[in-house]
């Protein structure tokens, strides 16, 4: 909607080549302001407010944008609309779009973000590319701007509620990730995997005697919940063939 909106303001007594020579300044311009951006200011900008504060500034970008078209429709509002959906969306948005995802469950996250980027992103354009074509023609400039404006809000409101829900989601993804330090020793040995449980009775088969025992101790330990049997007989084994105190 936004980018129908400024084309059509920029196409508005213009001809073929003066748009030719519009577009090519504006993007030289933005693609200039998109690398500096990118290079300089994006992560300081992550450092400084946060990727949930960050997320805030692409749908207040569509705000201004479409507030711009209701008020002052013309040359001013189609270019703040170019740099917010050229601009904004690029440097900001997409940069960020890969912290935010990390916000998804671990569990079936590639499945999520699959769905999120290969379905939900073109059916959204999809919709928009209906309403555009169908009722277009049923709505003045004033009154798609007020479209624009009302997804802008309920974009702004779900990025509201996706801010107040990150740390969260983030927390628990941390804690099903060994981060928990709230859980007991016996739960996170209890929630090993087959995989790892492998990989320990691999650990203690190659040890041989002299070497440091201090990795084969902690490894029977993780193990014992597991496999007490074998554990043991690596206790056992490293008993017998160490020279001094454990």
Excluded at 12 to 33: C, H, I, P, Q, T
Aim: aromatic fraction near 12%; proline fraction near 3%.
């Amino acid at each position: 909607v936004c980018e129908y909106q400024f084309y059509g303001a920029f196409s508005k007594g213009r001809d073929e080549a003066e748009l030719a020579d519009l577009f090519g300044r504006l993007f030289f311009a933005v693609n200039v302001f998109n690398l500096v951006f990118t290079l300089f200011f994006f992560n300081r900008l992550v450092a400084v407010l946060g990727i949930r504060n960050l997320a805030l500034i692409q749908p207040i970008s569509y705000l201004l944008t479409f507030v711009c078209f209701l008020v002052k429709p013309g040359d001013f509002a189609a270019v703040v609309g170019f740099f917010a959906f050229h601009g904004m969306l690029t440097s900001v948005d997409y940069n960020s779009t890969n912290f935010l995802l990390n916000a998804l469950p671990s569990r079936g996250k590639k499945q999520l973000r699959t769905f999120i980027e290969g379905i939900c992103e073109p059916m959204a354009n999809a919709v928009t590319g209906v309403f555009l074509i169908f009722l277009v023609e049923l709505l003045s400039p004033e009154q798609i701007s007020t479209v624009g404006l009302a997804g802008s809000v309920a974009c702004l409101v779900l990025v509201l509620w996706m801010r107040s829900a990150y740390v969260s989601a983030m927390v628990t993804n941390l804690k099903s990730a060994w981060l928990d330090f709230s859980r007991s020793p016996t739960e996170v040995t209890a929630a090993l995997t087959t995989q790892e449980c492998e990989a320990l009775r691999v650990r203690l088969g190659a040890f041989r005697p002299g070497e440091d025992v201090s990795d084969q101790l902690l490894a029977i330990r993780l193990l014992m919940s597991h496999d007490r049997l074998y554990a043991l007989e690596a206790l056992l084994q490293i008993l017998e063939t160490s020279n001094g105190p454990l």
